[in-house]
């Protein structure tokens, strides 16, 4: 064994790659530190060089327990924006898409764009802009002058090769060492296109001898045990593709390996951080005499904390000043700088994600890539802003698909174009035995001091209801009970009110076609009777809507109030089951108010709870027979089984309705899922023997109850659920929904 003299004795720390395995590492640092084992130099790939880098820049192992423990950071590693920061006012409508895929124009013909990511990283690249630019602020870009010398790796993809990163920006150093290719998308450095350095080195001691040349080296390192891939097995055939074969030990000439058992734990596991620290601290401990024995120097434990806080004290606050935007032109360029310094010539670090993020809710960008430098002069940072703008053709495919035959397919296409006013052009079509409908429109985007949208859209949409028997659609002979079709045309203006909310006003033309039976007791034979309503309306509300998922949000809250004055005609011809023998014709004109809101509130790590509620006020007279007067009704449909059934309970001209909601989270993607609601008309619709309509004396003599409970998995594509529904004015009450994507309309009355 070779010794030194104490004073002398530099040490080394290697970190390995591993995933959420190399939380382990955090667990070595604590142990060292409390030991008062020195760190001088660290070295690390992927998981290894975050938390290196981290601990590099003067972030203590318990700032970076806190930091891996947060919901920010659960967020980061998912890509997902938080619902607070979306920008409802860009946001197009939520759609049934399970991907999109981008098509861009590629020697006059447009090809498909493969996407490189799973994992969007607009939330990864604005977090290590946050967590590193005061540590590039005071190393100024040096990776020597960190708290810590710091080195990383990453993959040169063209050359297949180690790229060594020893100075510039550390955030983006440390995010191309930690690019796991198809997870995240690859970072441009010096123009060399890199990815994650374990696909080469994945334990850089060679790195750790070479740059910093310490007397003795610690390594920590997450074994994978070379296992060879079954012909079944594609997530170990990629990954033995992928991963160059590595020798996880240092020689003991030149130093100590710790080995943490956690091979047991996922990739992505990081829910699990408590166990994985510990297996971490525990293997460094069960080494901690042969440790010192090596290394004779100590560090006082007071005085390492001073040195980080003094070292800390040094990073300027995070104010931006000037802003320079690379990879787009001209007026795309002009429009990412106004949309951050709108009100002022500097801003802060709230001000800045809050804004980042909006330009992110744009469909004309694609990503943004956020990197600082401290301009000593003024005492501000300069922001670099790297753009990439989408492509102009994305085509959405979804639906959803069920054990009944309420199924739907879903295609979307969506054109961007960004000349001096960027434009959306969509059209969409939905295809199914229970809804089908059409939509073409277009919106613009006016980038003035006080942003606004115009949206114009045609939509046709048709509903086929049955009349709720047990049978499966597909064995009912008969026609639909009921089928509703609406043509509308619709234009509105749209104004930005907070982040998550939005003011919109406008005029919509529609005619409405309802064709229906006005018994259930009808065969195929039978016509039905047909009743038009032609009208238009002048409407205005306001919108805030931050939810987490398009549908079965865990997360979010949703406010809306509508106003709306309606004026129209309604036309009615008779059938074979009607009364009514001569047609009818009656104009209409009414004021409608509507007051929704949902909310969730975590409770406990176990528990979500929910609330919604709905309140409909309406002038609106009865149509001219029963049924009519109940399909042109407002429907009350909280959960989705309510919006693909005919359910003549649960429609009113006025009513007030709620529930409460009881999420029990299972995974990070499966939670039980448990609803119930209340909906109570003012006024009970009666029929005579006739079939005319006409209200109850009293108010509020019916009074109709929904529940809902079972299993969600959230799929990287959409939802699939087993849920139990119950509608007690319904015959049958019971309903079991077993279904996988979304069950998402296009725009439409009621």
């Not at 199924?407 to 296409?413: A, D, E, F, R």
């Not at 809101?597 to 001219?624: A, M, R, V």
Request: net charge neutral.
């Amino acid at each position: 064994m070779i010794s030194f003299p104490g004073s002398a004795q530099k040490v080394g720390l290697v970190l390995s790659g591993g995933g959420a395995r190399g939380l382990a590492h955090l667990g070595v640092i604590r142990a060292l530190e409390e030991n008062n084992i020195p760190i001088d130099y660290i070295t690390g790939t992927s998981m290894g060089a975050i938390i290196g880098g981290l601990y590099a820049a003067g972030y203590s192992p318990d700032e970076m327990e806190t930091l891996f423990k947060s919901e920010d950071f659960k967020l980061w590693s998912k890509g997902i924006i938080p619902p607070r920061y979306v920008y409802y006012f860009k946001k197009l409508d939520d759609n049934p898409s399970f991907i999109d895929l981008d098509f861009a124009r590629n020697e006059d013909k447009m090809k498909l764009a493969l996407p490189t990511n799973i994992i969007p990283a607009g939330q990864i690249d604005f977090a290590f802009m946050e967590l590193f630019s005061p540590a590039n602020a005071v190393s100024k870009n040096n990776f020597d002058k960190l708290f810590i010398p710091y080195r990383c790796v990453a993959t040169d993809i063209y050359l297949n090769s180690p790229v060594v990163l020893r100075k510039g920006d550390l955030g983006m150093s440390i995010r191309a060492s930690m690019t796991v290719p198809l997870f995240f998308k690859p970072i441009e450095i010096d123009s060399v296109l890199l990815f994650d350095g374990g696909l080469v080195n994945n334990f850089p001691f060679d790195v750790m001898q070479q740059d910093f040349k310490p007397d003795i080296m610690i390594g920590s390192a997450i074994d994978f045990k070379d296992k060879k891939p079954k012909i079944d097995d594609l997530k170990l055939q990629i990954w033995n593709m992928m991963v160059r074969k590595t020798n996880y030990l240092i020689p003991d000439s030149l130093g100590i390996t710790i080995k943490s058992p956690v091979e047991h734990f996922a990739f992505l596991d990081f829910e699990n951080l408590p166990d994985i620290e510990k297996a971490g601290y525990e293997s460094t401990m069960a080494k901690m005499e042969k440790i010192k024995s090596r290394i004779t120097r100590r560090s006082d434990m007071e005085q390492l904390t001073r040195r980080r806080e003094e070292y800390r004290s040094k990073s300027p606050a995070m104010i931006f000043n000037n802003i320079q935007v690379s990879g787009v032109d001209g007026s795309l360029r002009y429009y990412v700088i106004q949309s951050i310094r709108h009100k002022s010539n500097t801003f802060d670090l709230e001000e800045l994600r809050r804004e980042y993020f909006k330009i992110l809710a744009d469909d004309k960008i694609k990503s943004l890539i956020p990197t600082t430098d401290y301009n000593n002069e003024t005492g501000y940072f300069d922001l670099q802003l790297k753009a990439e703008q989408q492509k102009p053709l994305a085509v959405g495919v979804g639906g959803y698909f069920s054990l009944s035959d309420v199924n739907q397919g879903y295609i979307g296409l969506d054109y961007r174009l960004f000349n001096n006013l960027p434009i959306t052009i969509q059209s969409n079509i939905h295809i199914g035995k229970f809804y089908s409908s059409f939509l073409v429109g277009s919106r613009f985007n006016f980038t003035t001091k006080q942003p606004f949208s115009l949206d114009l859209y045609f939509i046709k949409n048709r509903f086929n209801y049955f009349s709720g028997s047990t049978e499966l659609f597909f064995e009912d002979k008969r026609p639909h009970y009921v089928v509703r079709n609406d043509d509308n045309i619709q234009f509105d203006v749209s104004f930005p009110a907070k982040t998550t909310s939005k003011w919109e006003a406008g005029i919509d033309f529609l005619n409405q076609s309802n064709e229906y039976y006005q018994t259930t007791k009808y065969t195929k034979d039978d016509e039905p009777d047909r009743t038009t309503f032609t009208a238009r309306n002048l409407h205005a509300r306001f919108e805030e809507k931050a939810f987490n998922k398009k549908q079965y949000p865990t997360e979010g809250k949703m406010f809306k109030f509508e106003a709306l004055y309606m004026f129209g005609t309604e036309k009615e011809t008779p059938g074979s089951t009607s009364t009514n023998n001569p047609r009818y014709r009656n104009e209409h004109q009414y004021i409608q108010l509507e007051l929704s809101f949902e909310k969730y509130f975590k409770s406990t790590k176990w528990l979500t709870l929910g609330i919604e509620t709905d309140s409909y006020f309406s002038t609106k007279k009865l149509f001219n027979n029963y049924t009519s007067s109940l399909i042109s009704a407002k429907s009350f449909s909280p959960i989705v089984n309510s919006s693909i059934r005919y359910l003549p309970n649960l429609r009113a001209n006025n009513f007030v309705a709620g529930g409460l909601k009881a999420i029990v989270p299972i995974s990070p993607s499966a939670h039980i899922r448990l609803e119930g609601y209340y909906f109570q008309p003012f006024e009970e619709l009666l029929s005579d023997n006739n079939n005319r309509p006409y209200y109850s004396d009293k108010l509020f003599t019916s009074n109709q109850f929904i529940g809902s409970g079972g299993l969600v998995v959230h799929t990287p594509f959409g939802p699939a659920s087993l849920l139990l529904n119950f509608f007690s004015g319904s015959d049958p009450k019971f309903y079991v929904q077993a279904s996988f994507g979304y069950m998402l309309f296009n725009r439409h009355e009621n």
